[in-house]
Each structure stands twice: as structure tokens, then as C-alpha cells.
């Protein structure tokens, strides 16, 4: 009897189940990274928060007087909101501690305008460019500007310790013309480029054009000597197995850039406008006639609420915003006293163009930080301690404190304290205290004009009164502290 069907020998029986083994596995596997989510991504919205490392700076993340500001952070909060997470930032201190925190993935990403590296090569993914920054050469205006790679060479240059200057040099070709051999300044020095090439201990320095346009107000007597012709592209470094959340970070950045202004070499446009406006006692004078008149009124009722002079408030008031009701700072202030948005809603203000209620809200926030400030300080210290709190902040006020203390100066003592003001935008100092980086140079110089303003308001008006506050002016400039 003959029988019909397929003959199947032993051997191509195992290669069969074998084979359902297989596609077993794979389907289960699949079935899985369905449930949790392919790569990092998963795990990401598993504990439902983005881990991005960063460093303390003006081009990264700082705090600002209401909280956390700055480039990049403002980019990673966004991208975490779009994930639907929560952003949590690994700050560190330098790039290798960056570096390291994505190694050992204590962090899923890396953003503070980061160039893709050797260094970075090795443990990292880099994501598409979402913007560029120059390099520069500076040097001091004082002397001849060298125009040509080749008349650089034949200067004293330096370059930051593990900078973006530094690893523009690492990438050069060694046939490349002219050599150049700049010295390595160790971070550990504590002495900043820009600071070498104003005290003349140097010619040169190649930094990134980003940071020398933020820090170019701590010098004002170095310039720009040279660009470099190619830009350096900026990438956030995403975890060598966060490939999923590489194509989400693309996807994001690709919109990001579409929206962006396109790069430049120009200094001015690389940072946001100062925040001080351009005022000046010439204009005061002319403003006290033409525009005082309609806000005194407030000032006078703000003073009887708060015992503050008036007339300090409208130095003020005058400083923040020119007395215009309708001011709009680059950092998101409001208003003729430059509220920010929390503070601002804290304070119970409806309409922060409304010119009664924002002088009566930014002298209700001057008295509460003037309580703040401890009691034992004497006036005039404790008010012009309350002003410079209502620019930068009260911790960032209480670190220059604290700086003042380890240089030996009166913590106490405005004079002192507005001394350090500067140290907090210098990152050897900054990275030693609780808050970190702050705009304190803007702070000394905001102050300092209140207290000019406020001068010309008590010649214009004279009065005879016990209201808090009736600082007199500063006589004289102590010297820089000692490094």
C-alpha cells in the first residue's frame, strides 16, 4: 500500500523546531520591547524623567532670580516636556566630568553647546547640529590686532585646559601652516583667558565666541583679533545606546533649528541685549520734567506703604526700566519696576503694564527683601544689599557674602561685598559657591546707578524726613580683590 504526504528525514525535523525556536524568541522579544519601549527611550518614561548633564554657566544653565535660565537649559526643558517627563539636570563642573556622567549613564545626554570630539567619539552619540558658534582669537586693544594665523604665531597664545579652543587645536592637521603652539592653561589655575590677555601676561587667547561674548563685560579691553573661518557646530551627546532617543532628539532639534536665527560672527548678536537700559543722568534730568510728573503720584503712595523714600524707588524704577510702564526685558522682566513673571503673580499683581501697580508691587518686593537681609547690617549697606538682591537674587547676594568672608573683607560692609559682585561671573569663583554662576557684574553696575539716580532725585526734591533708607553716595572705588 502506498502512502501520500512528505517524507521528512530526522535532521529536518531538528532544523524545523529549531527554526520555531527561533522565531519564538524573536516574537517574544519583540513582544517585550513593545511593552517597555525600545532602547533608553523606555526606561526614560518608565521613571518618567530626562537626565541631561550640563555645566553651571552663562551659555548653559544658571539661576536666575526666579529660578533656572540659560540656553541650554531652557532647549533640554523643552525636549523633557515633549517626551512627557520631567527634566532633572547632572551639573558638573567641567567636560570630563560630562563625559563621565554619560559613561557611566548617570545622564542620558549631554548638552552644553558641546563639539564633537575625539574625547567624545568613544562613549557617545552625537546628535545633528542644532547651531554653531565661532571661534576667536583675542587679544588686548591696547596693542597692534594680528590679522593673519601667521602673524599669530609669532605671539604668546594660550588655550583653556579641555575648551572648545582646545579641542580645535587637538582636531588641526599636524601639516597644517602656520604652527601654532599655544600653552595650556590648567583649569585647576583658576585663571581665566580673557583675564591672562587683559593683564598682559599673555598675547592671545582662542576661545569660544559664545562665552567671549558673555564674558567680554568682565574686560573691556579685549577684542576680538581674529574669527576662524569655519564654525564649530554644536551637538548634545546622547548615551552610546540611547539610539531611540538619538532619533527623538533629532526630530526635536531639527524644529528647534528650523525656528532659529541663522549663525553669525557677529559679537552683539551672539547674547541676548544687555538688560540695563541706557539710561544716563543726562536723560534723567530731561525725564524728570517730562515723564516723573505722571508716576510720583504711585512712588509717594508706594513710600507711605513701605517707609522705602520715594524718591529711591523712583531711582529705581528709573534704573529698571526708564520709567516705562510698558518695558520688556530680554530676560522676560515686565513692567516700569521689571517684575518677573513669578514674582510678579506672588506679589498679587493683575497687569504688570499697569504703572501704579507695578511701583506699588516692586516696592512691596524691595521691603520684603530688606528684611530679609540681616538686621545687624547698618544702613545705608542693608538697602543697597536689598537692591542688588532685587537683580540677581538673595543667594546669589549671599554668595559674594561669602566670598567676601574668604578674601578677608566685611561681609557686612556693601562696599566689601560689591566687590565680589564681579566674582560670580568668573567661573573659578562661581563654581565654589552654592547658587553658581550670576550676572554680578550687571548687578554692581545697576546699583551703582540707582545711587547716582537717587542723588539727583534728592537735589531735585528735597525733603525732611525719617523714611527708611537715605543712603549717600559711593566716593570712592576700592581695588579688585585679590585672586
Not at 519601549?37 to 532670580?65: D, H, K
Not at 599673555?202 to 574686560?219: P, S
Not at 540707582?450 to 537715605?470: D, H, I, T
Amino acid at each position: 500500500m502506498t502512502r501520500t504526504g512528505t517524507v521528512r528525514s530526522p535532521f529536518g525535523c531538528r532544523l524545523l523546531q529549531r527554526a520555531l525556536l527561533a522565531l519564538g524568541v524573536v516574537l517574544a522579544l519583540t513582544i517585550v520591547g513593545c511593552t517597555r519601549g525600545p532602547g533608553i527611550l523606555g526606561e526614560i518614561r518608565e521613571r518618567g524623567e530626562l537626565r541631561v548633564a550640563t555645566l553651571n554657566g552663562p551659555t548653559t544653565y544658571f539661576i536666575g532670580p526666579e529660578g533656572p535660565e540659560g540656553a541650554e537649559y531652557e532647549l533640554a526643558a523643552k525636549f523633557a516636556a515633549e517626551l512627557g517627563v520631567r527634566l532633572v539636570l547632572v551639573i558638573e563642573t567641567d567636560y570630563a566630568g560630562l563625559r563621565r556622567a554619560v559613561a557611566e549613564k548617570r545622564a542620558d545626554l549631554a548638552a552644553a553647546q558641546l563639539g564633537w570630539s575625539s574625547e567624545w567619539r568613544r562613549i557617545a552619540l552625537p546628535s545633528q547640529a542644532y547651531s554653531e558658534s565661532p571661534l576667536f582669537w583675542v587679544h588686548d586693544k591696547a596693542k597692534a590686532r594680528p590679522k593673519t594665523l601667521e602673524q599669530l604665531a609669532t605671539l604668546r597664545l594660550i588655550v583653556l585646559e579641555d575648551s572648545a579652543g582646545a579641542a580645535w587645536l587637538a582636531e588641526r592637521p599636524a601639516t597644517a601652516q602656520p604652527k601654532l603652539r599655544p600653552a595650556i592653561v590648567p583649569r585647576a589655575l583658576g585663571r581665566e583667558p580673557l583675564e591672562l590677555v587683559a593683564s598682559g601676561r599673555t598675547d592671545a587667547a582662542l576661545l569660544d565666541g559664545r562665552e567671549f561674548a558673555a564674558a567680554r563685560a568682565l574686560h573691556p579691553s579685549v577684542e576680538v583679533a581674529l574669527a576662524m573661518p569655519d564654525m564649530r557646530r554644536l551637538h548634545w551627546m546622547v548615551r552610546r545606546d540611547g539610539r531611540d532617543l538619538l532619533l527623538e532628539a533629532n526630530k526635536f532639534l531639527e524644529t528647534v533649528r528650523a525656528k532659529a536665527p541663522p549663525p553669525t560672527l557677529e559679537i552683539d548678536d551672539l547674547t541676548r541685549p544687555p538688560a540695563l537700559p541706557r539710561a544716563s543722568a543726562a536723560q534723567l534730568a530731561v525725564d524728570i520734567e517730562a515723564l516723573l510728573p505722571e508716576f510720583r503720584e504711585h512712588f509717594e503712595a508706594a513710600a507711605a506703604e513701605t517707609g522705602i523714600d520715594w524718591r529711591l524707588l523712583a531711582a529705581l524704577g528709573y534704573q529698571e526700566s526708564m520709567w516705562e510702564p510698558r518695558a520688556v526685558s530680554p530676560f522676560g522682566a515686565r513692567g516700569l519696576m521689571m517684575l518677573m513673571p513669578r514674582t510678579a503673580g506672588a506679589l498679587g499683581v493683575k497687569d504688570v503694564f499697569d504703572a501704579r501697580e507695578s511701583i506699588q508691587a516692586g516696592a512691596r518686593y524691595l521691603a520684603e527683601l530688606h528684611r530679609t537681609i540681616p538686621a545687624r547690617i547698618r544702613e545705608p549697606d542693608r538697602m543697597w544689599m536689598a537692591i542688588a538682591s532685587y537683580n540677581m537674587g538673595y543667594g546669589h547676594l549671599e554668595d559674594a557674602r561669602v566670598l567676601t568672608a574668604r578674601q578677608g573683607g566685611n561681609i557686612d560692609a556693601w562696599l566689601d561685598v560689591r566687590e565680589r559682585l564681579t566674582l560670580l561671573s568668573e567661573e573659578f569663583w562661581y563654581l565654589q559657591v552654592k547658587n553658581g554662576y550670576a550676572r554680578g557684574f550687571e548687578t554692581k553696575m545697576l546699583v551703582d546707578r540707582v545711587q547716582q539716580y537717587y542723588e539727583l532725585l534728592k537735589e531735585r526734591f528735597p525733603q525732611n524726613g525719617a523714611q527708611r533708607a537715605a543712603p549717600g553716595r559711593m566716593v570712592a572705588e576700592r581695588q579688585e580683590p585679590a585672586r
